[in-house]
């Protein structure tokens, strides 16, 4: 069981997108009562900001304009009690909805690929984690935000897999969309993420790897906890 006053360990949660590394960084956030951010979120609402400013234009990425805006986006998590997770807010306004739609999910690769976007938001993230007693999850984690983590999970799972979770939670929402789009979109981003030039997705040398495919949401929560909580006790010990 965790102890609040034992020193604290940062974990980082790496992988392709929709393998539930979001849902699993905020159950391990709860039960260890650390701090839960969502890498990926952030992204999402700088793609939202570059999409009303008029910075996407279908295929067509203005990487000037959005590189000049970052001054102007303040990007914070609001801890909402009733969903019992942080929110993500965009200049003081909550768009944790909007950053969910496929529309976002298909450009948001093409902006987190910026270079000028990523060094800002990795210095966000650094900051956000200083402290230690975080979980944070996303794509380069472990290998570029906190290289020196104690515990680095890597989750994969077949694409088909990782596209019917992104398409229930969609439709649970009540978005409209096929379940074509949404295993296109997700074999889209994983070239996009895995090619960039600028902090590509690859697993950290020292990132236990969990396929989604193969383990149910709770074998994998109490595998991973598990795991936390020795490393907390390797550390403290």
Excluded: W
Excluded at 14 to 28: H, M, N, P, R, V
Excluded at 106 to 123: C, G, I, M, T, Y
Excluded at 128 to 141: F, H, L, P, Q
């Amino acid at each position: 069981m965790y102890i609040c006053n034992m020193t604290k360990i940062t974990i980082a949660i790496d992988g392709f997108s929709s393998t539930g590394k979001s849902t699993l960084a905020k159950e391990l956030a709860t039960a260890l009562n650390y701090v839960y951010v969502d890498s990926g979120a952030m992204y999402r609402a700088v793609t939202l900001y570059a999409m009303r400013e008029g910075f996407l234009d279908n295929d067509t990425v203005n990487s000037g304009a959005i590189a000049d805006s970052l001054g102007d986006i303040d990007l914070s998590f609001v801890f909402n009690t009733d969903l019992g997770f942080a929110e993500m807010y965009l200049n003081g306004e909550n768009i944790e909805h909007e950053i969910r739609t496929l529309e976002v999910s298909n450009k948001v690769s093409s902006v987190a690929s910026l270079s000028p976007v990523r060094r800002k938001l990795v210095e966000d993230q650094q900051e956000m984690g200083a402290e230690k007693g975080v979980v944070m999850d996303g794509r380069d984690i472990g290998t570029v935000v906190f290289p020196d983590a104690e515990l680095k999970i890597f989750m994969t799972a077949s694409a088909v897999t990782r596209a019917q979770r992104r398409y229930d939670e969609l439709k649970s929402k009540g978005d409209t969309v096929t379940f074509d789009a949404v295993l296109e979109n997700v074999q889209q981003r994983d070239a996009m993420d895995t090619s960039r030039e600028d902090s590509p997705l690859v697993r950290a040398e020292d990132a236990l790897i969990y396929d989604k495919s193969e383990k149910s949401r709770n074998q994998q929560f109490q595998e991973v906890l598990e795991l936390a909580e020795t490393r907390i006790k390797e550390v403290n010990s």
